[in-house]
C-alpha cells in the first residue's frame, strides 16, 4: 500500500499544462485583436493560466506519477483547464444585455463554466441562445471551437499515452487488438509516442479545414468561409460537435454534409489503427474486429432509421435527402460528435429512440470519441455468449479472445463492472434531473430528462425535445446545471479518476 | 461434456406438472356452474392439460434431471401452463362481441396468449378493455387471478427448491445469506422444502383474503365482498397485479390499500425469512443485509415521490393521500405487484419517473419478486466499491463479503453479467417497439416504448401514458404484442434458461 498520495506532483503537471495552455489562448486573442473586438477576456484568461500554472508547476520537482497521482493529474487537469477555460465565457458576461447567455449572475456564471466544460469535455451541449450566436465575436466562438479540439487532443494522450493503462479495461485490449506494444517497441519514448498522435491530429485536422475550405473555393459552399472551414475541422476531428452557427451542419449544403462525415468517422478511430494506414497498411483496420463492429454499427443504425424516414408519411425527403439525414445524424451520435444535419427532435419517435440508443455505444478506443466504446461492447457480447455456454457447461474453461489474443478474467469482470457502473450513473443522473425540474418547477418530460442526461453524461452534445439539436440546455434549473457540468467531467475522463478521490482509501496511505 | 441433452425427460416432468393443472382449472370450472355460466372453456382446457400432460409425461421414466433438463423443463413448463392457461380466454372469443379483447382473429389469439402468459408469468399486464371488464363472467376473471397465484408458486419452487443453482448468481447467495444450508440441513428432502414453501404461500394467501374479508365485514370496504377479497389476496402476494377492477386497488378504500401493502411486501420478501418468522426468529431479517437494503428503497424512494406530489402544485390531496399514494405505488412496482391505487400516469413527470425508476429495483430474491432483485443491486453496489479500491492498489485483495461470507468472484462476475443482460435485453426491447410502432403507424412516444418495456421484460405490469394503469396494451400492434408474449416469458425465468436453448452448444453433445 505504501506512502501517502503525492498530491504535489500530480498538481506540478497539471501547473504545466495550465502554463502552456497561455498558448491556444493566444489564437482567439489575435482574432479579437484583428476583428476589432476587446481582446480583455483573453488577455485576463492568459494572465490567470501562467501564473496558476506556475505556481502549480513549482510545488514538486518529481514528475513520475503513480497510479494514484495519475488519477488525480487527470482529473485536476480536465478541471483547471475547463476553470480557465470559462473566464472568456464569464467576462463577455460582464455588462451583456439580458439576452446573453453569460451575465454576472450566479446562473451567468454556472453557463460560462458549463460552456468551458462542455467545450474541453468534448460534449458539445450548449447554452448559448440565438441571440449569443449572432452578436457574441468570432474570437468567443473561435475559443469555443479550439477548447474542444484540446480536449480531443488531451483524451487521446490520455487514451494512448502515458495513462494509457488507468483507463478501465479498454487500454490493455486496445494494445492487443492493435498490437501497440510494437508501436511501442517501434517508438519506445512516451515523447515519440505523443508526438506521433500529435502528428496525426493535427494532420487530420488540416486535412479536413482543407476540405472544408475547398468546397468553399469551388463555389460548393458559399457559407463555408475560412473560419467555418477551420471551426468545423477543429470540432469534427475531436468528434466533440461545436458549430458557430447556430444551426449546426445543417446550415451547409449537403455536399459539406458528405465531406464532414469521413472526419467524424477518422476521429472515432483508434489512432494506432490510422498510423497504421498511414504507413500503408490497410490490412490492420479490416483485422480489427472492434473495427468491424463499429463500421457494422454504423451501417445498420443509420439504415434502420433512413428506413423509418423513408416510410414515415409526414417525413418528406428524397432518398439522398432520407440517406443522409440517416447516416449524418447516425454518425454524429455513434461517433459523439453531436453535430445535426436537421432537427431530428422533429423526427417520429421511431427515429428519434434509435438516435437515442445510438448515443451508448461510442467509437473505438484510443480515439478522441467518448461514451461507452466499440471494444467494451464486443468484449461484454462475447462474454455474454460464453456465459451461456458456461452456465450449460460449468466445468468447461474457455477462454475470450479478441483478434489472435485471450483476454484474461480480470479485464472481463471490470469491463462489464465499467459498462454497468456508467449506465448506472446515467440513471441515477435522469432521476436527479426529474427530481430538480419537480422542485424548481421547470417544464421536463421524461423523455427530455433521459435524453439529456445521457447526451450530457455521454459527452454527446445535444438532446430531445427542448434540448435538441437546434436549442440549448439554457432550459434547465441552475442546479441541474450545476450538476450537469460535473457529470460532463467525470464521464469524458471515464469515471473511475474521479470517483477514487471520493474514496477514504485515496487519500489514506 | 457428455452425452446429448435428454429432452424426454425434460418433457416428462413437464408434463406432470401439465397433468395436475386440471386442479387449478376446475376451480373456475365450478364457479362457472355456480354462476350459470358456460363451464366450455373450461372444460376444453382441462381436457387438453391433461390428455397433453399424460402424453408428455410417459415419453421417459427418468426424473433425474442434469443442468441442460433442467433448463428446458424451466422453460417448457412456462411455455405450456402459459399456451394451456390461453385456452379459456380464447374460447370467450369465440363469437364474442367485438368490444371484447379476445376474439378468433389473430390479434385476438395473441391476445388470449398474451393474458395467459401475462397472467402466469405474473406480470399483470393486460389488454381487456374497459368492456372486457364489465362483460367477461366472474370465472373468467378469477382465472385471470388463479392463473398468476400459481405463477408466483412455480417461481418461488424453482428459486428455492430444486433448481435454485441454475439462477444466476441469486442462489448461491440467497442461501448465504439466509443460510438455507441450515434449513437444508433440518429438511433434507426437496418435498419438504417444496412443502413449506407451499405451506408459507398458502398460509399468507389465507391470511390476506381473510385481512380484505374482515374489512368488508366490519363494513369498512362495501365492494370486497368475498370474490374481491380472495382474488386480491391471490395477486397481491404472488406479486403479479392483476385485479377484476378496471381501476385495480384504487378501487377500494384507503384502508384497503394500506392492507394490501403488506402483503405485496411480504410476497417479495425471502421465504426463508419468513420461515424463520413464522418460527419467532426476529433476527434473521433484521441481520439481512438484503432485507434492509430492500427496505431502505421502499422507504427512500416513496418519500421522495410523495414530497413530489406535496409540492407539486397541480396535484391536490391531503397528508394521508399523498403519503398513501407514493407509498402504495412505490411499493407495488419495487415489489413488482403492478397494483395502482390512483393513475399515476397524470402525476408530474419527477414521481413518474421515479416510478419507473423503481422498476428495475425488485424485492427479495427467494420470493414471488420479479425484476433484477435487490440482492444482485447489492452485491453489484459493493463490487463497484470495491472496484474503486482496487483501481488505485491493484495489487491488493479484498474479498467481497455478505453478511459473514465471502462471495467468490465468478458470482461476482455472473452477477454483473446478469444485471448487464437485463438491461442490454430491455434496451433491445424498447428499439423493436418503437421500431415496430413505427412500421404499423402506431402512436407511441419515446417514453410510453421505454416504460411499457421496462414493464414487460421486468414483469412488473402496468406502465405510462396510453399503458398505463387505468389502460391496457392493446394498442400495441400484434407483432409487438407477440414479441412481449416471448419477452415475459424470458423475463420471468431469469433470462438464462431461454437462451441456452438458442445456443448450438446446448443440443450437441
Ligand atoms: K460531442
Ligand atoms: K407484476
Same mark, same amino acid.
Given at each position: 500500500m505504501g506512502i501517502r498520495v503525492d498530491w504535489r506532483s500530480s498538481c506540478s503537471l497539471t501547473g504545466t499544462v495550465l502554463k502552456w495552455l497561455a498558448v491556444p489562448l493566444a489564437v482567439p486573442l489575435v482574432l479579437a485583436v484583428f476583428d476589432g473586438d476587446g481582446p480583455l477576456a483573453f488577455v485576463a484568461a492568459i494572465v490567470a493560466t501562467v501564473v496558476v500554472g506556475i505556481a502549480l508547476e513549482r510545488l514538486s520537482d518529481d514528475r513520475d506519477l503513480g497510479q494514484r497521482e495519475a488519477f488525480l493529474m487527470v482529473a485536476l487537469t480536465w478541471f483547471g483547464v475547463a476553470a480557465i477555460g470559462s473566464i472568456p465565457f464569464a467576462l463577455v458576461g460582464?455588462?451583456? !444585455?439580458?439576452?446573453?447567455?453569460?451575465?454576472?449572475?450566479v446562473g451567468g456564471l454556472v453557463n460560462a463554466a458549463f460552456e468551458s466544460t462542455s467545450g474541453l469535455t468534448t460534449t458539445g451541449a450548449t447554452v448559448m441562445s440565438g441571440w449569443d450566436f449572432e452578436n457574441q465575436s468570432r474570437a468567443i466562438l473561435l475559443w469555443r471551437q479550439l477548447i474542444q479540439w484540446l480536449g480531443g487532443l488531451g483524451i487521446l494522450i490520455v487514451a494512448i499515452g502515458l495513462l494509457s493503462n488507468l483507463m478501465v479495461g479498454g487500454a490493455q485490449l486496445m494494445e492487443t487488438e492493435t498490437q501497440t506494444r510494437n508501436v511501442r517497441k517501434l517508438r519506445p519514448h512516451l515523447d515519440e509516442t505523443a508526438r506521433l498522435i500529435w502528428g496525426l491530429y493535427v494532420g487530420l485536422t488540416a486535412l479536413a479545414a482543407g476540405t472544408f475550405y475547398a468546397l468553399h473555393l469551388l463555389g460548393a459552399a458559399p457559407n463555408m468561409d475560412l473560419f467555418n472551414a477551420v471551426s468545423h475541422a477543429l470540432t469534427s476531428v475531436a468528434t466533440a460537435g461545436f458549430s458557430p452557427? !447556430?444551426?449546426?451542419?445543417?446550415?451547409?449544403e449537403p455536399i459539406v454534409q458528405w465531406a464532414v462525415m469521413p472526419f467524424m468517422i477518422l476521429g472515432a478511430t483508434n489512432f494506432v489503427l490510422l498510423y497504421y494506414i498511414t504507413q500503408g497498411d490497410i490490412r490492420q483496420p479490416l483485422q480489427s474486429e472492434e473495427f468491424r463492429f463499429y463500421v457494422g454499427v454504423l451501417v445498420s443504425l443509420s439504415a434502420l432509421i433512413a428506413a423509418i424516414l423513408w416510410i414515415d408519411p409526414a417525413t418528406d425527403g428524397t432518398l439522398e435527402q432520407t440517406v443522409r439525414h440517416g447516416l449524418f445524424n447516425v454518425v454524429s451520435l455513434v461517433t459523439t460528435?453531436?453535430?445535426?444535419?436537421?432537427?431530428?427532435?422533429?423526427?417520429?419517435a421511431g427515429a428519434t429512440y434509435l438516435l437515442f440508443f445510438s448515443m451508448f455505444i461510442g467509437g473505438m478506443a484510443g480515439s478522441t470519441t467518448c461514451s461507452i466504446k466499440s471494444l467494451r461492447w464486443l468484449v461484454t457480447l462475447k462474454a455474454f455468449r460464453r456465459n451461456l455456454f458456461t452456465s450449460i457447461h460449468p466445468e468447461a474453461v474457455r477462454p475470450l479472445r479478441l483478434g489472435n489474443t485471450v483476454v484474461d478474467e480480470e479485464t472481463i469482470r471490470d469491463i462489464y463492472a465499467y459498462v454497468l457502473l456508467a449506465i448506472v450513473i446515467f440513471f441515477l443522473l435522469t432521476v436527479f434531473v426529474v427530481v430538480d425540474a419537480a422542485r424548481a418547477s421547470t417544464a421536463v418530460t421524461e423523455f427530455e430528462a433521459i435524453g439529456a442526461s445521457a447526451s450530457i453524461f455521454l459527452n454527446i452534445g445535444p438532446a430531445f425535445g427542448q434540448f435538441g439539436p437546434m436549442d440549448n440546455y439554457a432550459g434547465f434549473s441552475t442546479a441541474t446545471r450545476t450538476v450537469m457540468i460535473v457529470m460532463m467531467w467525470i464521464g469524458r475522463i471515464e469515471i473511475i479518476p474521479v470517483l477514487v478521490l471520493l474514496t477514504p482509501a485515496f487519500w489514506k496511505s
Open positions: 460582464l455588462g451583456a !444585455p439580458s439576452a446573453s447567455a453569460f451575465s454576472t449572475s452557427e !447556430p444551426e449546426s451542419v445543417g446550415a451547409f460528435t453531436g453535430y445535426a444535419s436537421t432537427d431530428f427532435g422533429l423526427w417520429p
